[in-house]
């Protein structure tokens, strides 16, 4: 894969890019949320503008400088994410979804801070579950012949390899492209590397060795572009 970030070979599209992690709140200042950091969603959407494409940067709860040339939207919930998305999504050649969105929320919100009590007891907290997002993108396809890319961070268990999992995900969420990690070593959260294979729904598996998250962005993107059918 070659990554030729002094071409402009995306000049004349528009590309939708998630990152960071969602937060569910409980209350004003209490939520479930996730340790993503959003470092590959914005190298992938540097790489993106670099290559002279428009770039919609949805971004849940990052502290890290807008990328130069882009379009940045904040947001906090899943539902939100998606209400962004999907909106960014209708005229957009691709969609990749690099972001964490939290699988579950709380089935109530407190407008005020809650208050611990005297007698120690707790309530529970009841939880249902977020909207897919990368599943309804697949699904309904805003734009024909958009590619729909999303990401996986499997440890593989008794069930199947980290590949054979990220191949069964690709299949459930019907996307073009899964970038599939293997975090069985460790996080991957917050660092400035990753290394990942790039599954195709058409077969194709491409490894990406661990480097600068802008290598594997540009490998993505080189994939994205093998798929991009309709004119520009
Ligand atoms: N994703 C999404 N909407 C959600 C959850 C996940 O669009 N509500 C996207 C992520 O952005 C990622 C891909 O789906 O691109 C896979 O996320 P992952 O958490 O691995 O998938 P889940 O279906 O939530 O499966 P799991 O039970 O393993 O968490
Ligand atoms: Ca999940």
Request: net charge neutral; aromatic share 2%.
């Amino acid at each position: 894969v070659l990554a030729r970030p002094g071409v402009a070979d995306l000049a004349g599209r528009h590309v939708v890019v998630s990152a960071g992690g969602t937060r569910e709140h409980l209350d004003p200042v209490r939520f479930l949320g996730n340790a993503s950091s959003g470092k590959q969603g914005y190298a992938l959407a540097r790489a993106a503008a670099a290559r002279g494409a428009r770039v919609t940067l949805v971004a849940a709860n990052t502290s890290l400088p807008d990328p130069a040339g882009v379009d940045v939207v904040p947001v906090v919930s899943t539902e939100q994410l998606r209400d962004a998305v999907l909106t960014a999504a209708k005229d957009a050649d691709a969609v990749v979804m690099a972001a964490a969105p939290a699988d579950f929320r709380p089935t109530s919100h407190s407008g005020v801070k809650i208050k611990k009590r005297a007698d120690g007891t707790v309530d529970p907290v009841a939880l249902e579950q977020n909207p897919d997002i990368l599943a309804t993108l697949a699904h309904d396809r805003p734009r024909a012949g958009q590619v729909v890319v999303g990401f996986a961070a499997e440890t593989g268990d008794e069930t199947g390899s980290v590949l054979e999992l990220g191949r069964a995900k690709l299949a459930r969420k019907g996307c073009d492209l899964l970038v599939v990690n293997d975090v069985a070593g460790g996080a991957v959260f917050g660092a400035d590397e990753n290394e990942a294979v790039i599954l195709g729904a058409d077969g194709a598996e491409t490894a990406v060795p661990r480097a600068a998250k802008r290598v594997l962005a540009h490998a993505i993107w080189d994939q994205v572009l093998l798929r991009t059918t309709h004119a520009r």
